[in-house]
């Protein structure tokens, strides 16, 4: 029970960051700074790049050899199962995209697309917390596992802010009403509480799931970042300022987990 309870209180934090930093949209212009976005992206892809590696990938193959299993098939099926689950998405929301959209909704599939990708990223971290703590919970002699969740929720809440500014904004910028851009922004979040709930519920009842189930969260954080957020933080002129945010989010999230974990 305390896994799960600790599990919502941590999502719960990441959601009203995004929901924090969705309110960007009633202090800024409607005209945002491209540059100031791209490295809001930038800073986003690389936190979710860290954690996929430190808070996921690395602690998953430790505890598939716990149990007794080959920590890098497990982690490698988890993986490729992320991935390729995200690859039949994508595809069928392109489909549906090129079968439904008008003129106007066309100019508008790049933001769209960011929606849809940021809320689907932020399923597996939700995943990753819900993870993180039932773990811990499941372990209290092991205090490390406790800080480690802690940090990873600190390092998600960090990326969340610019997040859900980056995807406010826009829908303000192509006309939209700050409220509903507001809403819209936060509510991409709402998943995080829901699936790390759900996983931390799962996660009691099958440990041995859950080296499957964190590689499988970082195979879709991976893609999610490659896929949308890095094409999006280069869509300003020079590019500089999403290589950087990701530079910066990168290091961020590697400091937090390693420092704090």
Request: with cysteine; net charge negative; proline share 3%.
């Amino acid at each position: 029970m305390n896994g799960i309870l600790f599990a919502f209180l941590g999502t719960i934090v990441t959601f009203l960051v995004t929901t924090l930093g969705a309110a960007g949209v009633f202090c800024m212009k409607r005209d945002v700074n491209e540059t100031w976005q791209s490295g809001f992206l930038g800073f986003a892809g690389g936190v979710m790049i860290a954690a996929s590696v430190w808070s996921l990938l690395l602690p998953g193959i430790d505890f598939a050899e716990e149990q007794g299993q080959i920590g890098w098939l497990v982690v490698t099926v988890g993986f490729l199962t992320g991935v390729l689950l995200l690859l039949l998405a994508d595809n069928l929301l392109k489909r549906w995209y090129r079968r439904e959209a008008g003129q106007e909704i066309s100019l508008r599939k790049s933001t769209m697309m960011l929606v849809t990708a940021i809320t689907v990223h932020n399923i597996p971290e939700g995943m990753s917390v819900g993870l993180a703590f039932a773990l811990a919970a499941q372990q209290l002699e092991n205090p490390a596992l406790l800080s480690g969740a802690i940090a990873l929720t600190i390092g998600i809440a960090i990326q969340n802010f610019p997040e859900g500014t980056a995807v406010a904004l826009p829908l303000q910028k192509e006309g939209m009403g700050k409220w509903k851009a507001f809403f819209i922004g936060s509510m991409t979040a709402i998943v995080e509480p829901i699936f790390g709930v759900l996983v931390a519920i799962f996660a009691g009842a099958a440990r041995s799931c859950i080296a499957l189930a964190l590689s499988f969260a970082a195979g879709t954080m991976i893609y999610v970042v490659v896929e949308e957020l890095i094409p999006e933080a280069h869509m300003e002129e020079e590019g500089k300022a999403g290589t950087l945010g990701f530079i910066v989010g990168f290091l961020v999230m590697m400091i937090l987990d390693v420092a704090l974990g």
